[in-house]
């Protein structure tokens, strides 16, 4: 099993940075991605920043230049930095982690941490 703690959420002014953090222990296994996700109130969930394991990154276009995702060397944790936040930024944030599995692959989600910026 593996788990993942996520920290750094908080409130924060409209322009203003937050850095959430994300600590993997347990069973921890050969990386296929590391990605951020938020779920605002009556929404999906929607991915933010995604690394694959050849260190490509993906952004949707309303985070991109804004938000950046970094990972340290072991692979066990994952970062994300949010620069010029704004209250549309408002969700709770959630880190993935997908590490093959036998043939596939699994992904592994922590508990959450609320953003909350704003205006």
């Known amino acids: 099993q593996v788990q993942l703690v996520e920290s750094g959420g908080g409130l924060v002014q409209a322009g203003g940075s937050l850095k959430l953090s994300c600590v993997a222990s347990g069973s921890l296994g050969s990386i296929y991605s590391m990605g951020w996700y938020r779920q605002a109130p009556g929404k999906q969930r929607e991915l933010v920043a995604e690394i694959t394991s050849d260190g490509r990154t993906n952004y949707p276009d309303s985070v991109k230049d804004r938000f950046t995702i970094s990972r340290d060397g072991t692979w066990n944790n994952q970062y994300l930095q949010m620069n010029s936040l704004k209250p549309e930024d408002t969700a709770v944030y959630y880190c993935?982690?997908?590490?093959?599995w036998g043939l596939g692959s699994y992904d592994y989600w922590g508990q959450g941490t609320q953003v909350t910026v704003s205006s």
């Open positions: 993935k982690r997908t590490q093959f």
